[in-house]
């Protein structure tokens, strides 16, 4: 089992940036898969963006070419760089790890929201 903790989530205008972190407490180096989801009001919680093990990733079409993941497998930890930000990435954030036998493990979110 593996916790998972979210932070950098926070009031931001359209066109800022933000940087979430994603910390697990513990190693995540035989993760088959780490991503970010998220759900915006009203909504399920869709994909944003994953990496794999081997470093492949994969990336919703509204954020592709201003949000990047990636994965520090030495400190354990996951980030997701967000940039020219639009109000309808706002949202709730959650870091997500799938392990060997594709069992899935969740953050308790982080609140993102992009307004003037």
């Known amino acids: 089992q593996v916790q998972l903790v979210e932070s950098g989530g926070g009031l931001v205008q359209p066109g800022g940036s933000l940087r979430l972190s994603c910390a697990a407490s513990?190693?995540?180096?035989?993760?088959?898969?780490m991503g970010w989801y998220r759900r915006t009001l009203g909504k399920r919680r869709d994909l944003v963006a994953v990496?794999?093990?081997?470093?492949?990733?994969t990336y919703a079409d509204s954020v592709k070419g201003r949000f990047t993941i990636s994965r520090d497998n030495a400190n354990n930890t996951v980030l997701l760089q967000m940039n020219s930000l639009r109000p309808a990435d706002t949202g709730v954030y959650y870091c997500?790890?799938?392990?060997?036998?594709?069992?899935?493990?969740w953050g308790q979110g982080t609140q993102v929201t992009v307004s003037s």
């Open positions: 997500s790890a799938r392990d060997s036998d594709y069992h899935d493990y």
């Open positions: 513990r190693s995540i180096f035989s993760m088959y898969a």
């Open positions: 990496i794999t093990s081997g470093g492949s990733t």
